[in-house]
Structure formats: structure tokens, C-alpha cells
Nanobody, 122 residues
Framework: QVPLVESGGGLVQAGGSLRLSCAAS????????MGWFRQAPGKEREFVAT????????SYVDSVKGRFTISRDNAKNAVYLQMNSLKPEDTAVYYC???????????????WGQGTQVTVSS
């Protein structure tokens, strides 16, 4: 088991920033690809960003490119999502996930956190 816990969500005005954290317990994340996904009310779960095991490879959904940055610190057993220039359409529950490889496909991930709410007001 690789329990994942997200934190850092909250309420922010449009144009503001938040930094989400995903921490693991039980096992190290160093051998896992990591992903961030989000789900808004009434909508499907959406890929946001991925990062490979050593942080060398990252990818993003087009709607967040230039605004969001995924990173990881394997020494701290954590992954982060820095979100800048937030828009109301970014409002969602954000989830981190761990899998054998970084992927934009949620079904490739084995472990998921419970999510953290991000609300962006206009």
C-alpha cells in the first residue's frame, strides 16, 4: 500500500496561486510516476499533469500549460503542483496518483489520494 494525502487546497481569487502537496506514507514514491488529476462537480475526472520517477519528464493538459508546474522531491517523498494565475474553471477537487509510469491515463495509476478542494472565485 502507498497511501497518498493531498493538501494545500483552499479558496483563492482568480489570478491567485496555490501550491498543492502530495505526501506518501508506508512506501517511498521514488520508483513511481506521479500524476495530478482534477474533477469538477458534474464533470469527468481530468488529467492535469504528470511527472516521471526522477522529475526529468513532465507533461500538462493544454489548459494549464504555462500556469501550473508539477515537481517532486523524492528526498521528502512528496510531489507538488504549483498553480499560478488561477481561473474559476480550475475549481475542482484535485487528486494525486502514483503508478508504474507517468501517464495522462488515470487507469494507469495504482494509488490515489482522497483529494483536496480548490475553489477559485471570480
Amino acid at each position: 500500500q502507498v497511501p497518498l494525502v493531498e493538501s494545500g487546497g483552499g479558496l483563492v481569487q482568480a489570478g491567485g496561486s496555490l501550491r498543492l502537496s502530495c505526501a506518501a506514507s508506508g512506501r517511498t514514491l521514488s520508483n513511481y510516476g506521479m500524476g495530478w488529476f482534477r474533477q469538477a462537480p458534474g464533470k469527468e475526472r481530468e488529467f492535469v499533469a504528470t511527472i516521471n520517477w526522477n522529475g526529468a519528464l513532465t507533461s500538462y493538459v493544454d489548459s494549464v500549460k504555462g500556469r501550473f508546474t508539477i515537481s517532486r522531491d523524492n528526498a521528502k517523498n512528496a510531489v507538488y503542483l504549483q498553480m499560478n494565475s488561477l481561473k474559476p474553471e480550475d475549481t475542482a477537487v484535485y487528486y494525486c496518483a502514483a503508478g508504474p509510469k507517468s501517464s495522462d491515463n488515470a487507469r494507469r495509476y495504482m494509488y490515489w489520494g482522497q483529494g483536496t478542494q480548490v475553489t477559485v472565485s471570480s
